[in-house]
């Protein structure tokens, strides 16, 4: 894991200082440096991501062509286009070859970034597509080299931490012949149920962001942690632990420089990608390398999104992400059979309570928000737009007043930073 963190932070702080200092995206925040941890796991990655773009850049041309959709409608039809353009792509490829199918467990996360690498460039001037392009195949070589020296100079001594790029399912390593550290990761989720649960989470996201104005932990975040826990117990503790210190870091960093956007999100990143680092090489936590990673990008992730909401709507956003993480995770126990390293294979009793307790917490902040929203009369009376008379405003007959108006609540900031943020994800 040391050198794919390595990869992680350099990738980050490069792609950082070239967004702040010249304006351009190099495909979002953490998306090379993800596809070229990717390309030592499976070296056909880098033509999958590219299927990936081409189908998001169709998708996009023909939704500004032929439509009016703008804003975070026309990321998220990216990151759909992009996201199943990159599961066929992958698909194919694995029934022709022997390639074996890089999306397991919370790999499948990687689908998203295609979209959001297209959507970002399609944002930028046509002249400075090509710079970006350019700038983006420097950065990924420059990359690759620094892990392909690590691997080589780690190859005669021992890691002091979880095994990442050097597995034996590592294709690129095998080519390379550098001795395979660690052994296969047991799947424990099946890979359509990994989708449902990411599909249902990314809906009732949109669903919660759009009703009320609130960002949750982030796009995909919350149903990959519940597949990290049927691995480990004491993930969600080491996860809250670790959103917790980046968030009082970014928080910090902020105030102090007044950095901001895609640079405060690298930044918040590396420090969960370094949390994560650190749990790693520290402690005996048994949670899988590859997956330890994923997991040090999460937090770096919420605990940038939950800076992003505002101060007096962060309890909401806590609680409701950590009651459908308890929802979730239920679902998931129906279809798998959780190991005995596993959540909830001990101290049912305890757990199940303190579940219950979680889901209480988020529906009574969601009847807390459902009931601050204004009635359609009210948005209407108080707007300056609407139809008035010598007696006042008439909103039984304003424009305003319709079935499909859906007012603001004011929960957090409209400023839609998504696209910058590799999907929220990113997620």
Not at 235 to 246: D, I, Q, R
Request: proline content about 6%.
């Amino acid at each position: 894991m040391l050198i794919a963190a390595t990869i992680m932070v350099v990738g980050l702080a490069i792609v950082a200082a070239i967004s702040h200092r010249g304006g351009y995206r190099l495909g979002g925040v953490m998306v090379l440096p993800l596809l070229t941890v990717y390309t030592f796991l499976e070296p056909l990655s880098p033509p999958i991501f590219i299927g990936g773009v081409v189908g998001a850049w169709g998708a996009l041309w023909l939704t500004r062509e032929y439509t009016l959709s703008h804003g975070r409608r026309v990321l998220l039809i990216a990151v759909l286009a992009g996201a199943c353009t990159t599961i066929l792509v992958a698909y194919i490829i694995a029934a022709h070859t022997l390639v074996r199918l890089p999306f397991d467990d919370a790999k499948i996360v990687a689908s998203i970034f295609p979209g959001v690498a297209a959507y970002n460039l399609m944002r930028l001037d046509p002249e400075d597509r090509r710079i970006d392009v350019g700038l983006s195949i420097v950065v990924y070589v420059g990359l690759m080299l620094i892990g392909t020296a690590g691997l080589l100079f780690f190859e005669a001594h021992p890691l002091p931490t979880p095994p990442v790029l050097a597995l034996p399912t590592s294709d690129l390593v095998v080519w390379l012949g550098i001795e395979t550290r660690g052994g296969p990761i047991t799947q424990i989720t099946p890979q359509w149920l990994a989708i449902s649960l990411l599909i249902i989470d990314i809906s009732i996201y949109e669903l919660v962001r759009k009703r009320y104005d609130l960002p949750l932990a982030g796009i995909v975040i919350i149903p990959l942690l519940d597949i990290f826990s049927a691995h480990v117990e004491h993930v969600a503790v080491v996860f809250v632990l670790g959103a917790t210190a980046a968030y009082f870091a970014v928080s910090s960093i902020h105030w102090l420089s007044l950095l901001y956007g895609r640079v405060l999100l690298g930044v918040s990143l590396i420090t969960g990608t370094l949390y994560a680092l650190a749990v790693g090489g520290l402690t005996a936590i048994q949670l899988p390398g590859l997956s330890l990673f994923f997991l040090g990008l999460f937090i770096g992730i919420a605990a940038y999104n939950l800076y992003r909401v505002s101060p007096k709507c962060r309890t909401a956003s806590i609680r409701i992400s950590a009651g459908l993480f308890v929802v979730f995770y239920a679902g998931l126990l129906v279809f798998i059979d959780v190991p005995e390293t596993g959540l909830l294979y001990h101290a049912e009793l305890a757990y199940a309570t303190l579940g219950a307790v979680v889901i209480a917490l988020a529906l009574f902040e969601v009847y807390r928000l459902e009931q601050a929203r204004p009635s359609r009369a009210e948005f209407a009376q108080a707007s300056v737009f609407v139809k008035a008379d010598t007696d006042g405003p008439d909103a039984a007959t304003s424009p305003l007043v319709d079935g499909s108006h859906e007012p603001p609540s004011g929960a957090s900031a409209p400023a839609d930073t998504t696209a910058d943020n590799d999907g929220d994800h990113s997620e």
